[in-house]
């Protein structure tokens, strides 16, 4: 009995490692142990199912795993753009394009991950920025403002980078500069081939007279920066009567080379014959004021000849400069109630006298600008005289390094924020 176990157990091992199938042979052979002996135990064991238990150990695990579900295969290869359910995609030999930038059909598509085009969409694409719009194609030629910044989009449907741009917008042109990150600039200066601009809260270059902030600005059309004016900085406006002349143009010379200007009280009389001179002053934002046809003193006029000494000058002015004066200095400052009326603008006096016209030196005209000068005199200067110019050579470049800008009548009563009245007579704007 204990080797037929054996024998049973030696059987099971090699067939199963199963505990169940142990089981199984102990009962067998306690059934049979009794009808057989020792010898003959191997051939009745033969025959027990035991033999056939690895053929049923096995059922169809590799089976299961190798049965992998048949992929459809489409009935008609799809090729280029293909749309479904408002979606564009495009294919290549049946073949959906992922993540990438497609040129077809003289139109430029970004298929993202999902292979649905992008729309109404700003792209950087290997740092090219395009935009989708709402058909999936990319903007070219264009102007767009995306999440409130501005780009405009090259023929290649690129966003144009560190570039200055006009673009016209409902028939009118504005400048743009497109920064490193294609983004119009807002609310920035901005130097392009030593030009300065100013680009405004909405990415348009400032033009004409503007503020920027605590500065007072001129532009041209093509926005250029031509002056720029400090408000918080000191000033001091140069007067020069009696003129225009040919020392006029030392005077000028002398301003041009510290960006400076000034205003020229002009006598009607000289003007046509001195056209260049005035015209370059004008030219240079200088201001060309009234001093009356022939210096007179308006005191000792009737008001008609004062309208008509005055309109007379006016238009001599406006005939060179194309703009009429809008400031009178009356000779000698002589002034009343009824003059300010008949002139109707503001009269323009002084709070430092040189006195040049008397000394007729150059020296003396120097020292008294450098011994009373402060922020918002308006100093009294002729420009008939040669001392003078000299005088000027020498004052000019010591008030700029001084600190103080040069500017016209008008510009300190802008800068100071102090607007001249008519009728109302100035000898400082502080
Ligand atoms: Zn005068």
């Not at 006598?267 to 005035?278: D, E, I, R, T, W």
């Not at 006016?314 to 703009?323: I, L, R």
Request: with cysteine.
């Amino acid at each position: 009995m204990k080797k037929i176990i054996t024998f049973v157990m030696a059987v099971s091992l090699i067939f199963s490692s199963f505990g169940e199938d142990l089981a199984l042979a102990y009962d067998i052979a306690a059934k049979d142990g009794k009808q057989t002996d020792a010898n003959s135990g191997e051939g009745a064991l033969t025959e027990e199912p035991l033999n056939e238990e690895p053929a049923e150990e096995d059922p169809s695990q590799d089976d299961l795993v190798s049965q992998e579900p048949s992929q459809d295969e489409p009935a008609v290869l799809l090729d280029g753009l293909v749309e479904e359910d408002g979606d564009i995609y495009y294919y290549v030999d049946g073949k959906m394009v992922r993540s990438e930038l497609v040129k077809t059909g003289g139109n430029i598509y970004y298929f993202s991950n999902d292979g649905t085009a992008l729309k109404r969409l700003l792209k950087d694409v290997d740092g090219d920025i395009y935009y989708f719009s709402k058909d999936g194609t990319a903007l070219k030629n264009a102007f767009k403002k995306v999440k409130n910044n501005y780009y405009y989009f090259g023929k290649k449907g690129k966003a144009i980078k560190n570039q200055l741009k006009t673009v016209k917008i409902k028939g009118e042109k504005y400048r743009f500069y497109f920064g490193k990150k294609a983004r119009a600039l807002k609310k920035k200066w901005k130097s392009v081939n030593g030009k300065t601009y100013y680009f405004r809260k909405n990415a348009r270059a400032a033009t004409g007279t503007t503020w920027v902030s605590k500065y007072y600005c001129r532009f041209t059309k093509k926005g250029v920066l031509k002056r720029r004016l400090d408000s918080k900085k000191k000033a001091v406006a140069l007067t020069y009567d009696d003129g225009p002349s040919s020392n006029t143009e030392t005077i000028l010379d002398a301003l041009e080379k510290v960006d400076g200007c000034a205003t020229f009280f002009v006598v009607g009389y000289l003007v046509k014959s001195h056209a260049s001179y005035v015209k370059r002053a004008y030219r240079m934002g200088c201001e060309i004021g009234n001093h009356t046809w022939k210096h007179q003193n308006l005191t000792s006029l009737s008001s008609a000849a004062i309208n008509k000494t005055i309109s007379d000058t006016n238009n001599s002015v406006k005939k060179v400069t194309g703009k009429a004066p809008v400031l009178t200095r009356p000779p000698y400052g002589s002034k009343n109630s009824s003059v300010a009326s008949a002139v109707n603008m503001p009269l323009i006096l002084w709070s430092i006298d040189t006195l040049d016209w008397k000394t007729r030196n150059t020296n003396s005209t120097v020292s008294a600008i450098k011994s009373k000068v402060k922020d918002g005199d308006i100093i009294l200067m002729h420009d008939l005289y040669a001392q003078t110019a000299a005088a000027s050579k020498i004052i000019i470049p010591y008030l700029d390094a001084q600190g103080y800008q040069l500017v016209t009548v008008t510009e300190l009563s802008i800068i100071k924020k102090k607007p001249l009245k008519k009728t109302k007579s100035y000898s400082s704007i502080r």
